[in-house]
């Protein structure tokens, strides 16, 4: 606690509440069921070297990357651990460092299929591919009608080993006709590619969303971030399992009082005198902003806890501070917590609350939280 008392504002991760996310997500896709948990964005703002080797030392079968970045930061926490790049490579020498680091490979054309194998044999070392579908999204991957060809050029390629073949839901959490189309493409292909007689260890499709509201497994894999974070996707789809009640937020937002006054009826505040009091207001003064990834879009609709009751955000939010109005708490002190995330008392304000506020989602929240802002480990001891 000593330690955190000097911090302005600050991120507590619960390892423990990781680890239960993730037995938690095994249970509900069932035993044969491999799991590629998704670290991208330093861990959706948890921070990537803790939550890769808690997520290693809990059973996850694979981390999933966006960049050569990350994937360089997962293959410097843990030599042997299996990686997955979500992204493209950009170039012949990015997919150099991708096959020297061992690094799964995601490609969805023939020229980055060519290019990894040139690389590969160059180095005779043989690259991991996943080849991606696209089924909907018009993101990454190769059309349906091309996927039979270009997994066949992978399966010839003496230096590529074929380790899985996926898709990405765009709508997972929304749209259970376009998900259901998505995944019927997705299961075309997977038809050819067996008539073919390829065989691909790696089949994928789920995201968070996907896991959550899809009642039937496509693939052997599946592809949870926010998950596994302690977040279920909100969307129009209504819960389905039982099990999703059992996920706990990982993450907690806390900052402190900085100084209280009362100001008078009329007095202005914040820049561009954003708030004019209508009556004599308790204000608190908090050392969190928008420099620290509280959107300043939540200015004015977002609420904080102090104490165990919620207050609300008085004017527009600074880039270090905040204002809060405190009027009905007339025992709080400088130096008091402040929870922007987090339980306190009887009350909890989830992550996807400051995204209703802000205008935004909860992965955008969460990638938010600035680097100044110190994450401190809790729950189970990390490496
Ligand atoms: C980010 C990402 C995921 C994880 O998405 P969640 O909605 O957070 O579960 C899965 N797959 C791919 C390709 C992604 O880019």
């Known amino acids: 606690m000593s330690a955190i008392a000097e911090y302005r504002a600050w991120a507590e991760i619960d390892l423990e509440a990781l680890a239960n996310n993730l037995r938690w997500i095994r249970h509900g896709v069932g035993a ?61 020498r990015e997919f150099k460092t991708l096959c020297q680091a061992n690094v799964a490979a995601t490609v969805s054309s023939r020229e980055e299929i060519l290019e990894l194998a040139r690389v590969a044999g160059r180095f005779r070392q043989r690259a991991l591919v996943h080849l991606k579908i696209d089924t909907g999204m018009s993101r990454l991957g190769v059309a349906p009608g091309g996927a039979l060809k270009l997994a066949t050029l992978i399966a010839e390629q003496p230096f590529l080993s074929f ?116 009556r004599s207001t308790r204000l608190a003064t908090v050392c969190i902003g928008y420099g620290d990834g509280i959107l300043r879009s939540a200015s004015r609709r977002m609420e904080v806890l102090i104490a165990g009751q919620r207050c609300p955000v008085v004017g527009v939010i600074t880039m270090d501070q905040m204002m809060v109005d405190v009027s009905h708490l007339p025992m709080l002190q400088r130096g008091d917590e402040v929870v922007v995330i987090g339980a306190q008392g009887e009350d909890e304000l989830l992550a996807g609350d400051l995204a209703s506020a802000a205008g935004s989602i909860v992965w955008e929240i969460l990638t938010s939280i600035t680097q100044r802002v110190p994450r401190i480990y809790r729950g189970i001891s990390v490496g």
């Not at 929304?174 to 260890?201: H, M, N, Y």
């Not at 969307?235 to 990982?250: F, I, M, Q, S, Y």
């Not at 937002?253 to 209508?278: E, F, N």
Request: charged share 15%; aromatic share 6%.
């Open 163 to 278: 380790d899985g073949v996926y898709t990405h839901l765009s709508s997972s959490e929304e749209d259970a006709l376009f998900t259901g189309d998505q995944l019927k493409r997705f299961s075309s292909c997977l038809e050819l590619f067996k008539s073919a007689g390829l065989v691909i260890p790696k089949i994928h499709a789920l995201n968070s969303g996907g896991i959550a509201y899809e009642t039937t497994r496509v693939g052997n894999h599946v592809r949870p971030g926010l998950l596994v974070y302690g977040i279920t996707p909100p969307g129009k789809r209504t819960e389905t399992a039982d099990w999703l009640t059992r996920l706990r937020p990982v993450l907690a937002l806390k900052s402190r009082i900085s100084h209280i006054k009362t100001i008078s009826c009329g007095s202005a505040v914040s820049y561009g005198q954003s708030a004019v009091c209508s």
């Open 32 to 92: 044969g069921c491999g799991v590629i948990t998704v670290v991208k964005a330093d861990a959706y703002g948890h921070g990537l070297r803790q939550i890769a080797g808690c997520l290693m030392q809990n059973g996850t079968d694979v981390l999933g990357v966006a960049n050569l970045a990350e994937a360089s930061n997962v293959r410097a926490a843990g030599e042997g651990w299996p990686v997955l790049m979500l992204g493209a490579c950009q170039s012949e």
